[in-house]
């Protein structure tokens, strides 16, 4: 149970995991030449759904339920592959060898995956992190979101006045009860956080940063060769937001 920061005290909120409004699979569309999408699904296709890695058999036969966060300590990019850490690259929270911590992610067929995780899992990766930092993780291939936003649940107002998606560090500033209170949010209950620290406790500094690397759907995706456009659906609702994405012919 979790929900937001107040001083010392944690407020508690019931768990939200939905499996509703989900981004379908398209970023492994049929012509996708990618790390990670040169093999055939099956009638589910590939990936298949949404899931959470952190439940037992939320995934069909064949198919694993692999994290797309590739949130780590810090703020820093993940140090995947057993890398050790360094000014950079911090441990995975939510994905690889703690895949289980994680309460968001996608049936996938592991076979044929190549250059995958430790886990047998394709990379995970944040489309809003820089170029270079895409380039770094993703080998040269795109970061494509898995997920999109929900614009009625997943963002907030922030101190400029402008609508974004939110983030775990907003926990702190007092801007959301995470919990229930949003549709695509990493850890709803901060029980993997609370496993990842050993200690739910907001002053622990190990559960603290892990709070503030919480995420929506904006941040979540994997590597991959060609992705779709998708909307940062909580930029469109500021009067000056501008579509990034080509309308879809009438028709």
């Known amino acids: 149970m979790y929900a937001r920061v107040t001083g010392n005290l944690m407020e508690t909120a019931s768990l939200s995991f939905v499996r509703s409004a989900l981004f379908h699979a398209a970023i492994f569309a049929v012509g996708a030449v990618t790390a990670i999408a040169c093999f055939g699904g099956d009638e589910y296709g590939n990936p298949a759904f949404r899931c959470a890695p952190s439940e037992a058999d939320s995934c069909p036969d064949s198919y694993a339920c692999c994290s797309d966060d590739p949130a780590a300590q810090e703020g820093l990019l993940p140090a995947y592959r057993g890398a050790a850490a360094d000014a950079t690259h911090a441990t995975p929270i939510f994905s690889e060898n703690n895949n289980s911590l994680s309460s968001q992610g996608m049936c996938v067929q592991l076979a044929g995956i190549a250059n995958p995780l430790l886990n047998g899992c394709p990379v995970p990766c944040n ?4 170029a270079g930092d895409i380039s770094s993780i993703c080998g040269g291939a795109a970061c494509c979101q898995t997920q999109e936003l929900d614009p009625d649940k997943d963002c907030i107002i922030g101190g400029d006045g402008r609508w974004r998606a939110v983030t775990g560090a907003d926990i702190f500033d007092q801007l959301t009860a995470w919990g229930g209170a949003h549709e695509t949010n990493q850890d709803p209950a901060a ?8 200690v739910a406790d907001p002053n622990d500094a190990t559960y603290a940063d892990c709070l503030r690397q919480l995420s929506v759907a904006n941040q979540r995706g994997f590597c991959n060769a060609t992705c779709p456009c998708v909307e940062d659906l909580c930029e469109l609702k500021n009067p000056d937001g501008v579509p990034k994405c080509s309308a879809v012919p009438a028709g």
């Not at 489309?127 to 820089?130: E, H, K, R, S």
């Not at 993997?192 to 620290?197: K, Y």
């Open 127 to 130: 489309p809003t992190w820089a």
């Open 191 to 198: 029980n993997g956080c609370a496993l990842f620290a050993g």
